[in-house]
Each structure stands twice: as C-alpha cells, then as structure tokens.
C-alpha cells in the first residue's frame, strides 16, 4: 500500500512495512533463528563479545548478548534502508513538518546545535534564537546562583521549586537527580506536577517563602495540574511575604511557548524564558524547560551536557547504521517486539542517580511510539511501542528480577553502567559492576540440568534451579556519569525511538492521547464541586461513584 505524501516531510510511496522484503526476509529469518541459544552463538563465534559493540560519543555498547546472528544484524538494517529512514533523519534535521497531524517541525537536535550553525524552520534560522535563550538562562542562573538576585524582602533564593507536568516535570526532575553531584548543595530543588494537593503541600512545608522562587514549566500555560499547582504557589508565596502583589516578580518566572497567558498569569514576560512549537515536551529537557537543571549544575554544565547530546546527534545522523548506536539499538526493540513477541522493555541502570532515568524513559518512549494508526491513516498490522519499565540495580536484582530470568515472558533487558562511581566508598562499585556483569551473564547462558546436578543437587530438585538463559540484554557503558554523558545517553533513547517510529511508519511526535486527558476531566470538576444542584449523564457507574462520592466527601 502506498503511502500519502506530506509536503517535503515523509518519504512518498512507501510499502507497507509487512509487505517489505526486508521483513518478509526477517520472518522467514526468524523462523530459523528463533530456537537458537546464546551458548551455541558464543561457541561459534568466540569473538562475538568484541565484535558485537560499538560506541559514539563517550557511550560504548556490548550487544553481543542478543539472540541475533551476523545476518540479522544484515535484514534489520536492510528493513532501515528500506524504510527510507536515512531520508527520515535527514528530514527531521532539515527542519520538515514531520510531526504532520500538528504540522510541526521536530527539532529537539537544533537545541544543542552549536552557535553559528544553522537550521531552517520557515526559512527563518532557528540557531541564534536557541542560543538567545540559552544566553538568557545564563545570565538568570548565575544572578541566582550568586545570590545578586534576591527574593522580596532581600534574602538570596535557597528553595527552587519546578511546577510543571509530563514532559515539563520528566526531564527536569530526571537530570536534577542524574546530575545531583554536579549541583549547588546550598540550593534545594523541589519538583511539583500531580494535582494531588499534596504534592504541594508536601514540597513547601518546610520552607520559607521569602526564599522560594518558582519555575512555572508549561509549554502551553493552560495545563490544568500545572496552573492548579501555580496558582495555589502564587498563593502561598504572597501569604508568607504580607500579601505585596510586587513580590511575584522576584519569585516567580514562566518557561513556555505562550506569553499572552504568563503575563495573564502576573509573570513579568521579562522573567519568560521561551522555546518553540517545534520541541516537543517530552524532547523539552535541554531547552527553557531545563532552567531548573541549569539552576542546580551551573550553566557551563548545562552547556557540557548539550555538547553530549549534539555529539550523539551528529553520530546518529552521519554514521553507517551498521556502526549506528541508536538504529542498532532501535532495529533491537523491533526485532524482540515485532518478530519474538516480547511486550516489554527493562531499562536497568547500575548508578543511584539515575533513579529517574526509567521513568523519564518511559513517557520518550511510550509517548512517541504508542500509536496504533499509521502515517497514511489506517492501522498497523503488528505491535508498536513496548512498554519501558524498571529500576536501579541492584535493588530489581532481589525483586522483579525472578520472573525474568525463570518466568514465561521474554524480556530484553538494557544494563547501563559506569566504570567509576562519582562517590567512591571501599569496594562498593567492584561489587555493583560485578552484579552488572553476573546478571548479564547468567541472563545470557543460565544454568544447565548438568551444571545444577554437578552441585550435588537432588533431582527432584534440578528442574526448579535450572535457568534457561538465552534473555537477551545490552550493556551500555561509559567511563563516569557526566553531563556530557548524561546528554548523550538521552540522545541516544531520543533517536532510537525515532528509528522505531519511522520504520513503524508512526508519527512519534503527536499525543492526542494525553490532549484528550487534558479535557475529560473538565466537564466532571463542577460535578464534584456544586453546593447546589447537578445534573449527571454518564453511564450508571460514574453517575454512582461521582454520588458516592458527593456523600461521603461531607460524612465525618
Ligand atoms: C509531552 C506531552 C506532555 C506535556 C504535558 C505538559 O510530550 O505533550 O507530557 O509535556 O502535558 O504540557 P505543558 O508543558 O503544555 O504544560
């Protein structure tokens, strides 16, 4: 089938994935493939383990451990070619509207271009504008950060505190606690996105309004968490320092696309920091919407970490696939979700401040790619996005790790690493890396009925201990977790999905999903709220639960 052209953005006339002969090839493949174990591929081919790797941008990868064959490694990346995800790239780069259902450009890569370079939306070179921003930020971090600013009554501003949600509040709240290392420890940072009111409660009880400054973080300033959130800060601030409207200027600014509503709001636009329609809020973490991570690291850290991720740009969009660290890891994904069947991901980082990292991995991932309706607008005929899930090691090791070693699903696993821990204590990191490379290990070969008995197991016994092996996993390493790093590593996830949703023939940059969130829960609030009369018309359940609710809100 072919596919509908969009003007200068998406490769015309496109088949349809399944009738590909890459993929016909990948089935036929896979066929043969499929039973082979990890044990028989690493006896065939004792090199496999150095052979297997590549590595961009500080970032190495071992995906030696994955149930593939030279030749698979050969059909995945025909099944690219094929895609036309080379024109892809380079569209996403050139600044087409690839994101054609909001007819967007999509350029998270001009954010990190360097100064000088240019990048054309419109005909109109989004570079110096980008770095404007960024000139900005600077300049309002360092007064923060050396406390020329100050707060209302005089005092230098302690307490930051971010209010955004999803891709507002993902990234922010994931680099903060990534690159926590790297921060002022004078200043504490607080991040604030569920409506749940005690989500701020919980974050200002401790502090002192005098010495609190908000970073408003929404791309549209009508979100109704964050607005919520906004307005009950703006509350409080004005409470604990005597009611003087002039105070907001000192403690509030706005990151956002929208002016008219941040000076509606009472935000000086002085005090805005902008970016475009054309960065995508879960692609937002190195623009405005990281002020809060430049407030914490420093500016020229910021900036380390923007140099992380246009080198991971410049790799993925210049370097032969077949040395290519997102497409490898993104033909991967495919090939465990659309030939074996595997449902989900694990993302396993071995480094504590990474903690958020699967988190935030999640919405880049299933954000992007839970779609189910093609570019030309009619379904797909196999499984798109997997669902990320995961947690830092080695604390997974003595919970959910079980099921994947010895329970029914197949489950691709991601082990990130570092070979020096930025707090070193005695033999802690030793032994954190010795688990990295035991459990890829044992996921990979497992243990076999022979090995179990030679134990002096009894062979009642045998079969519960046995491990199967043959999980796939890739370990992805670097020397040290720096911003650089840190930058390069989200890259490198960004373009992956970008690979998958291009050969999936997916628009990876829309979610009417979460648009639709955004308005069901409107016409509901005057529901609960009404002193008087409401009238309901939703099914029998709702209708039940919202008077059951009604009730038992004003029973004591
Ligand atoms: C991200 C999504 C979504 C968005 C939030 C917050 O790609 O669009 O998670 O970031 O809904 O939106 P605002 O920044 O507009 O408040």
């Known amino acids: 089938m072919g596919i509908r052209a969009t003007p200068g953005a998406i490769p015309q006339a496109l088949e349809r994935l399944t009738k590909r002969k890459a993929w016909k090839a990948l089935e036929a493949h896979y066929a043969r493939v499929r039973r082979l174990h990890l044990r028989e591929l690493f006896v065939e081919d004792p090199k496999r383990g150095e052979r297997m790797t590549a590595e961009a941008a ?15 490694v050969k059909l995945l990346i025909q099944l690219a070619e094929e895609s036309g995800l080379r024109s892809q790239i380079d569209a996403m780069f050139r600044g087409d509207k690839i994101n054609f259902t909001e007819k967007r450009s999509v350029l998270h890569v001009a954010l ?24 900005k930020m600077t300049e309002f971090s360092g007064r923060v950060r050396n406390g020329e600013w100050k707060g209302h009554t005089g005092k230098r501003i302690r307490y930051v505190i971010n209010i955004g949600i999803g891709g507002s509040d993902l990234g922010p709240v994931m680099a903060y606690e990534a690159l926590k290392h790297y921060s002022d420890r004078a200043m504490t940072f607080r991040f604030v996105s569920n409506i749940d009111g005690t989500d701020f409660a919980e974050a200002v009880r401790d502090l002192d309004a005098a010495e609190t400054l908000f970073i408003v973080s929404s791309k549209t300033f009508t979100t109704l968490e964050t607005m919520t959130n906004a307005h009950s800060a703006r509350a409080w601030s004005l409470a604990g320092l005597g009611g003087d409207e002039k105070s907001v200027a000192k403690h509030f600014v706005a990151v956002s696309t929208n002016a008219a509503e941040v000076a509606k ?27 809060s991570t430049m407030l914490a690291i420093g500016p020229e850290n910021f900036r380390a970490m923007l140099e992380g991720f246009h080198q991971m740009d410049e790799h993925f969009r210049t370097v032969p696939f077949e040395q290519n660290l997102p497409v490898l890891m993104g033909l991967l994904g495919i090939w465990y979700n659309d030939f074996f069947g595997a449902q989900t991901v694990a993302v396993l980082p071995y480094e504590q401040y990474l903690k958020r990292f699967p988190a935030y991995l999640q919405q880049l991932t299933m954000e992007s790619n839970g779609k189910h309706v093609t570019i030309d607008g009619t379904d797909v005929d196999y499984p798109t996005g997997p669902i990320y899930w995961g947690e830092p090691g080695t604390n997974g090791q003595h919970s959910f790790y079980q099921l994947i070693h010895q329970g029914t699903r197949l489950i691709p696993c991601d082990f990130i690493a570092f070979a020096q821990p930025l707090i070193p204590i005695g033999r802690h990191h030793d032994m954190l890396l010795a ?13 076999t009925p022979e090995q179990v008995n030679a134990e002096g197991t009894p062979d009642w016994l045998v079969p519960h201990r046995v491990l199967e092996g043959n999980h796939p ?16 590593l989200v890259a490198l996830y960004e373009h992956s999905v970008f690979t998958q949703g291009a050969i999936w023939l997916i628009n990876s940059f829309d979610q009417w999903g979460v648009e639709l969130g955004k308005v069901l829960a409107q016409r509901i609030i005057p529901e609960l709220e009404s002193e008087t009369g409401y009238s309901l018309g939703h099914d029998s359940s709702t209708d039940n639960l919202i008077r059951r609710y009604r009730n038992l809100k004003t029973t004591s």
């Open 112 to 135: 990190r271009a360097p100064n000088g370079t240019s990048i054309l939306v419109d005909g109109e070179n989004v570079v110096p504008q980008v770095h404007a921003v960024l000139d």
């Open 58 to 72: 500080g970032i190495f990868i071992d995906y030696s451990k994955n149930r593939i064959t030279g030749e698979t």
């Open 265 to 291: 709001f009472g935000i000086d636009t002085a005090n805005m920091f902008g970016f475009w329609d054309w960065v995508g809020g879960r692609y937002s973490m190195d623009s405005a919407i990281g002020l």
């Open 435 to 447: 688990n990295v490379f035991a459990q890829t290990e044992a996921l990979a070969f497992g243990t």
């Open 473 to 488: 996993s890739n370990t992805i390493l670097a020397a040290r977790l720096t911003p650089k790093i840190l930058g390069a």
